[in-house]
T-cell receptor
Framework: QKEVEQNSGPLSVPEGAIASLNCTYSDRGSQSFFWYRQYSGKSPELIMSIYSNGDKEDGRFTAQLNKASQYVSLLIRDSQPSDSATYLCAVWRWDTGTASKLTFGTGTRLQVTL | EAGVAQSPRYKIIEKRQSVAFWCNPISGHATLYWYQQILGQGPKLLIQFQNNGVVDDSQLPKDRFSAERLKGVDSTLKIQPAKLEDSAVYLC????????????FGPGTRLTVT
């Protein structure tokens, strides 16, 4: 089982629709969760972070976390062509006395169509 | 605030040659990370530093890869000798500390080994 799993896509949504991106993780001790956006040929850009169960909203983006189900999601409302990119889910764990570790999924490619 | 700087942006070398990458993190960020991202995959952590000390290098192929962070600021990652499978984007990231803060990525160095 992969540590962080994402559907590779592509996920195709029409402009103006809601895009829903999902991620599951295997380590129950994971403490922090991040979504990065990566345009083709560019480096990952942090767009959302979430640390506790529930929803966190920032503009058109909403991150959702359910630690009991080991599930993280990202909703993009009013999707725009400029949202077309690969979205990487990343999960972080740190234990006292050991190194912290940020583990990435392979990413979901989102295509927003006109 | 200036972001993470990396150089060079692109490098093409032949197998068995050596190569070095440079990274300057965001000012004030104590923690620095080197990742390898192979096409179609998420970034994979190679090594992380806290100030100028190595915190985790468990995934660094130490027979050919080395890294240092002198004076707790800039860092260099070296590959010697390079193999074809080292072709990837090498990403440097930094964060305020190990304790779960967001990581911010530099533009990356795209390495092609022929």
């Amino acid at each position: 089982q992969k540590e962080v799993e994402q559907n590779s896509g592509p996920l195709s949504v029409p402009e103006g629709a809601i895009a829903s991106l999902n991620c599951t993780y295997s380590d129950r001790g994971s403490q922090s969760f991040f979504w990065y956006r990566q345009y083709s040929g560019k480096s990952p850009e942090l767009i959302m972070s979430i640390y506790s169960n529930g929803d966190k909203e920032d503009g058109r983006f909403t991150a959702q976390l359910n630690k009991a189900s080991q599930y993280v999601s990202l909703l993009i409302r009013d999707s725009q062509p400029s949202d077309s990119a690969t979205y990487l889910c990343a999960v972080w764990r740190w234990d006292t006395g050991t190194a912290s570790k940020l583990t990435f999924g392979t990413g979901t490619r989102l295509q927003v169509t006109l | 605030e200036a972001g993470v700087a990396q150089s060079p942006r692109y490098k093409i070398i032949e197998k068995r040659q050596s190569v070095a990458f440079w990274c300057n993190p965001i000012s004030g960020h104590a923690t620095l990370y080197w990742y390898q991202q192979i096409l179609g995959q998420g970034p994979k952590l190679l090594i992380q530093f806290q100030n100028n000390g190595v915190v985790d290098d468990s995934q660094l192929p130490k027979d050919r890869f080395s890294a240092e962070r002198l004076k707790g600021v800039d860092s260099t990652l070296k590959i010697q000798p390079a193999k074809l499978e080292d072709s990837a984007v090498y990403l440097c990231a930094s964060s305020l500390s190990l304790a779960g803060y967001e990581q911010y990525f530099g533009p990356g160095t795209r390495l092609t080994v022929t």
